[in-house]
Nanobody, 111 residues
Framework: QVQLVESGGGLVQPGGSLRLSCEAS????????VQWYRQAPGKGRELVAV???????LYGDSVKSRSTNTSDNATNTVHLQINNLKPKNTAIYYC?????WGQGTKVTVSS
């Protein structure tokens, strides 16, 4: 069984940065793609970024050119750095790996 634990969310001012983490247990993050999704209040889940098992990355329009997605095989953790955060980035961010979901980490961008 795969377990995913997200962390790194919080309250940040517009223009700030956050580094979200998704720590996996039960399966190596390098074995399969890891996806990041977000769910804003009152909306459905939206794909934010993907890191492939070979390290390739893909970013959605909401974070494109402002994000870096990396994988640390030593700690079995995937990190999503988002810079220049905007209020519209406010959401709960989830990671998905091998069809399993974490509990999410809340990001609030507000002055």
């Amino acid at each position: 069984q795969v377990q995913l634990v997200e962390s790194g969310g919080g309250l940040v001012q517009p223009g700030g940065s956050l580094r979200l983490s998704c720590e996996a247990s039960g399966r190596a993050v390098s074995s399969e793609n890891v996806q990041w999704y977000r769910q804003a209040p009152g909306k459905g889940r939206e794909l934010v970024a993907v890191i492939g098992h070979l390290g390739t990355t893909l970013y959605g329009d909401s974070v494109k050119s402002r994000s870096t997605n990396t994988s640390d095989n030593a700690t079995n953790t995937v990190h999503l750095q988002i810079n220049n955060l905007k209020p519209k980035n406010t959401a709960i961010y989830y990671c998905n790996h091998s069809m399993y979901w974490g509990q999410g980490t809340k990001v609030t961008v507000s002055s």
